[in-house]
């Protein structure tokens, strides 16, 4: 395992000056390129022991246990401490993708966000992502919950995206996800909500930590990335990000009232969930007959991620930033809410339509429209590919 401070992807120390963006290290995987990306932020307010000097050495814990593991991982696992977070708005996190998009687009399956995830009166086991690993997600962390007798938090009903927590991959199309501790309702008048009162001050000492929550973190983020990293197919399930997708449309379209009509790309997300299905059955399958060994399998394996992951880079862009793939929207940005780009159609349906602002927004909504429907004709012919091309 190697530590490097960015820029520069040379040897060196851990947090080095104050012109490091971002620390980096690498847990390799023998069998493939592939790798789980795991970040915690290092610049703090104040004291900082829950805001982050528990993320980071949480991502350090993990660099040691999968270090162990490594025989047996398939994937890497990429370690950040990033820089700039609270006071560069995520430039270390920016600067880590922009200095290696190569190797993050081409390789990336996941990225987990490592930032206060165990404070004191948290007893409940929380976890939130992208679409595709959801449904994963969940049933990982549940089943581990009701090993232990521990509560489990259920996410809400469908994923809302965030730009904040060094968020800076949602534009390349890396599936994010989230596994924390979390607090239960009657701890809310002890922590006084969010962060809790001590949040970025000169309290956020060492005992806001809770030692056992942070066991109990680090017991279920660890058994996330080991499966991420050890499975032969990705535990994705593409059906999942086009009932996302549906779901968002009909939203829009309800806000539109009749202002702008996106019934083509309804039509095109129903195409794509079929594929998207059909794609769901035959991964499903192949991880059954790979559940002891992938030998013999190794081609339809490494079609079938490399689809999966195709599909991501192609739809989460449309689907969570305005910005797309390239630039960045900025830190707590409003609007990055689910297709951005077409979140204007509200406003239109409440413009007059005789007005000049209704015309040039109508032709801007016209545009994302035609770029959301690319977007989703790429993904269901992805998906009805590589369904034909291994389910024969």
Known sequence: MTPHALP????????????????????????????VLLGSHMDAWAAAASCNALGCASTLEAARLMTRFRPRLRRGLQLLWFQGHETGIMSGSTCYLDTYWDDVNANCVAYLNNDTTSMIHSTVYS????????????????????????SFREPRPMY????????????????????????????????????????????????????????????????????????PVLPYRVEAVADWTLWALGELDEA?????SLESL?????????RAAALDEVTGGLAEMCRKSAKGHEEEVEAVNSCMVRVSRVL?????????????DYYGAEYVQPIPALRGVADLAALNPDAEEYKALRTRLVRSRNMVSDALGEAAWLCGYAAEKIGG
């Open 8 to 35: 520069a992807p040379s040897r060196a120390s851990l947090g080095r000056g104050a012109r490091t963006r971002a620390s980096a290290s690498r847990v390799p995987a023998g069998r493939e390129p592939a790798f």
């Open 266 to 274: 309804m039509e095109k997300a129903e195409a794509f969930k079929e």
């Open 127 to 150: 976890v939130d992502g992208d679409p595709a690993l959801r449904g994963f997600l969940v049933s990982t962390v549940r089943e581990l919950a009701e090993e232990e007798g521990a």
């Open 160 to 231: 809302v995206p965030s730009k904040t927590g060094d968020q800076s991959f949602l534009g390349v199309g890396v599936p994010s996800v989230r596994v924390q501790m979390g607090h239960p309702p009657e701890a809310d008048k002890l922590i006084g909500g969010g962060g809790g009162w001590w949040y970025h001050s000169e309290y956020d000492t060492l005992d806001k930590c809770d030692p056992e929550a942070m066991y109990m973190a680090e017991k279920a983020q660890t058994l996330v990335l080991l499966r991420l990293m050890t499975s």
């Open 256 to 260: 539109a009232k009749g202002t702008l």
């Open 316 to 328: 989460n862009p449309v689907n969570y930033t305005l910005r797309g793939r390239y630039d960045q």
